[in-house]
Each structure stands twice: as C-alpha cells, then as structure tokens.
C-alpha cells in the first residue's frame, strides 16, 4: 500500500522563512497544509511578507524584501512552537516593534534561551514569564552578530531560529552551540539556508559561523513529513501488512525517518531506497531494548503505544525535552498506556513500556497531535481505543483518520470520530 503523507511541517516553515527574508520570489510545491504552517504564513503575512496561494494550495509564493521586517506589529503564532522561535529573531534582524503571542498550550513552553541570546546580541527583549515565554516582545534596529552561546537543552528551535536569522546581520555571527537536542533539525535548517543561498561553515566544538549576504529565491519541493510516516510505518508493523511512502528515501533532510532503524529492531522488513521508504511488519514484535531517542523525540510516542505489543520490556531514553511540547508527552504517555491496563515505569528523561494486553480506553489527548495519531495505531490492534480529541491532529495532519480508515479499512478501527461519535 502507497501511504499519502502530507509535506514537512520542519521543511514548510523553515522555507517559508528563508523565502520571506530571501530577495524575489519564491515558489513551495506541496507544503503540508495543516494548523502549524498556516499560522507560520498568516504570522509571516501579519510581518508584512506576501504570501500568495495556488492550485488548492499545492504552491505557495512567497516574495521576500531581502530583510527583516519593519514598523510595529502584533504576531499570532497559534501552538506552532517553530512560529514562537524562528521568528522572533527575524524580527530582530529588521527595525521596529513586534509583540509575539499565542495558545495558553504555546506560551507554557520556553522561550528563555532565545530572548538571552537575542538581548545579547542588541534587541530589547520581554518575555511573559521570568523564565522566558509568550508573550514576547522584540524591539531592534537590526542586528550587529558577534558572537553569542546559545543554550539548547530544552529545544533546538532556539538555534534554528537565530541561524537563519544570521545572514540578515550586518557582521557574521558565531554560535557556539551548547547542549544541544534534536540535533538533526539543526542539519536539515543548515541545509536549506545553504540551498537559499546562505555562506555558513560548521567549525570544531560546535561552533557555526553565518556570513552575512542574504539569501536568493527559490523553488523548492516540500518532501512529505517522516514525523507523521511514522505512524504509518508503525502501522505496517503491527498489522503485519507493507507501507511504502514514496518520496521519503536516502538523502532525506529529515533525522525522523530514521524511526524506521526502531521498527527494525523491533523485527519489521524495512527497505529504504532513493525515492521511498517500505516497511513490512513480520510477526511479533522483539522488544528486549533500550534505545536513546533524544534527536527524533517526535516519533517516541510511536513506539511507546505499540510497545506493549512487544515480547518484552522496552525502554526509550534522552527524551527529558519531550516533556516541553505540546504537552508532557512522557507523562501523557504513562498516563494513557496505564489506562488501557499496561504497565509504565518513567523518570526525568526515559519511560519503559512492559508488555501487556491492552484493553479499551479513552485517550487523553492533551490537545497533542501526536499523542493522537500514536494511539490510534494501537487501536488497529485494539479494539475500544477512542480519542477524547480526535481533531488535535489537525496541528500537521488534518487528514489523519481518513488516511489511516483507507489504509486499514478492515482492522479494528476505533479512533474515527464519525464512527466513533466522540467529537
Ligand atoms: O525545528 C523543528 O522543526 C522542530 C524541532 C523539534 O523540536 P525541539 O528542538 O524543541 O526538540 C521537533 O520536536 C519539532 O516538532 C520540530
Ligand atoms: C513539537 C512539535 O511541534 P512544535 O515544536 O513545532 O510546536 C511537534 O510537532 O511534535
């Protein structure tokens, strides 16, 4: 089976941004469409960027001025943890006054690393909160660089935001990156500044120098969300049926597709190829492992709800960050893993899941996309699975049911709020 997987949301908005700041006009065919990257684009829109949609929103034009913003705004940024931290510092590479503001769920996460860096490098800063958070706001006259230390154990995006800020400075900038997570999102933004156009060079100890130089337009095609193939991936594993995502291969800007190596040594089949990505689930799943999932945290809630189907206890580590997300993500899945009647141990920054037979449950979906989607893989093997918000995955999956329904038509089938009636 051919799964249909929207675009990158990590690909979509940080190309969103390069393409406002870049000079002229670029084209993204197939951006993911969903509630965290069209925040991004009205968030860009309310900066002044146009933004133009064709052929039902397949391509996005956005022309970019070659700088930051100006004057005074007020930007929305919804629960898109990526609007919260990429733009303000594109803020600040421009000149006037922009206030920064979102969902009750968005301003609980920090931001405090990135209003430090920011103050550091010459723009008036306030955040909500002593330890940084919405609402932020960012007064500057452009930026000098220089050269900074950015703090980035509790998320990468403080850094992404900054890099891709830096070739809009009006001197380089060195980074000196400091306990850094999530770090192949730091590669992917490094690869699209360079696509842009951007003069970087990666140094020893975790030092990033960005020349200034701006960037030049592109067209670029968004690949679809590793992230959300998870799920998918995950699917074919514990039905024993095959999923191909094509467009998904070697050469992936994305570290989440190496959530496949996990299915592996869980037992699947798995074949990546230059253009797709096959999985095929063969038999029950070996458990018996620890695993640090601390650079793809994402896709830990994806092995955390099919674990219990395994043979034996698995343990997932390095993820202390996923407790900064859209919910506590480590304690939304013991939470809902010891309702369906299956047994947890967690700690600051791992969980492990013992094998078990989970019965029916109403998740707890803490307004999380992925808590969401992760359970309602479980429920193709589970009958009496429900989602108490089936609709959260509409944050980078709208179509998720429905994919998952064409998918797996005749699997016992639980989380589909028609059928379900739980909406
Ligand atoms: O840069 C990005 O696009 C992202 C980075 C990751 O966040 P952290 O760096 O906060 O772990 C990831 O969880 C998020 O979904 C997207
Ligand atoms: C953490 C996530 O989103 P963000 O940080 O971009 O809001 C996510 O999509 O799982």
Redesign the pocket.
């Known amino acids: 089976m051919r799964a249909r997987i929207p675009g990158s949301?990590?690909i979509t908005?940080?190309a969103l941004l390069l393409a406002a700041a870049a000079v002229g006009t670029s084209r993204l065919r197939l951006p993911l469409v969903s509630a965290d990257t069209i925040a991004f684009r009205t968030a860009l829109t309310s900066l002044g960027v146009r933004i133009r949609t064709w052929e039902d929103d397949e391509v996005w034009e956005v022309t970019g001025a070659g700088r930051g913003p100006a004057g005074k705004a007020g930007v929305w940024c919804e629960d898109a943890?990526?609007a919260a931290r990429f733009l303000p510092p594109f803020a600040a590479v421009g000149h006037g006054r922009f206030v920064f503001d979102g969902s009750a769920q968005l301003k609980a996460r920090p931001l405090g690393p990135l209003a430090d860096t920011l103050s550091a490098l010459g723009a008036t800063v306030t955040t909500g909160t002593a330890g940084g958070g919405l609402p932020m706001t960012v007064e500057s006259a452009g930026l000098d660089g220089g050269a900074v230390t950015v703090e980035s154990s509790?998320?990468?995006?403080f850094l992404?935001g900054l890099l891709m800020a830096a070739p809009l400075m009006r001197r380089p900038l060195a980074l000196t990156v400091d306990s850094l997570?999530?770090r192949p999102?730091i590669a992917?933004?490094l690869a699209l500044m360079r696509r842009f156009g951007a003069d970087v060079t990666e140094r020893p100890a975790d030092v990033i120098e960005v020349r200034p130089g701006g960037y030049v337009a592109l067209d670029l095609t968004v690949e679809p969300d590793a992230?959300t193939a998870s799920y998918v991936f995950a699917a074919a594993a514990v039905t024993g049926a095959t999923v191909t995502v094509p467009g998904l291969g070697h050469g992936s800007l994305q570290g989440d597709l190496r959530f496949v190596d996990v299915l592996r040594q869980l037992g699947a089949r798995v074949d990546v190829t230059d253009s797709a990505t096959r999985v095929t689930g063969e038999g029950p799943l070996r458990g018996g492992f620890r695993v640090d999932m601390g650079e793809i945290?994402?896709t830990f809630m994806t092995l955390a709800a099919i674990a219990p189907l395994a043979d034996a206890p698995i343990t997932i580590r390095g993820i202390a960050?996923?407790r900064?997300?859209e919910s506590d993500r480590i304690a939304a899945v013991a939470q809902n893993l010891r309702a369906l009647g299956v047994d947890t141990d967690e700690g600051h920054d791992w969980i492990t899941v013992h094998p078990g037979a989970p019965t029916g449950a109403r998740i707890a979906c803490r307004r999380d996309h992925r808590i969401g989607m992760a359970f309602s893989v479980l429920g193709l093997r589970v009958p009496g699975v429900t989602l108490d918000d089936p609709s959260c995955v509409g944050k980078t999956f709208p179509g998720f049911h429905e994919e998952l329904r064409r998918l797996f038509p005749s699997t016992s089938r639980p989380a589909s709020p028609q059928r379900q009636g739980s909406r």
């Open positions: 949301k990590s908005n940080r943890g990526t509790l998320s990468s995006q992404s997570v999530s999102y992917m933004t992230s945290s994402d960050h996923a900064l997300k």
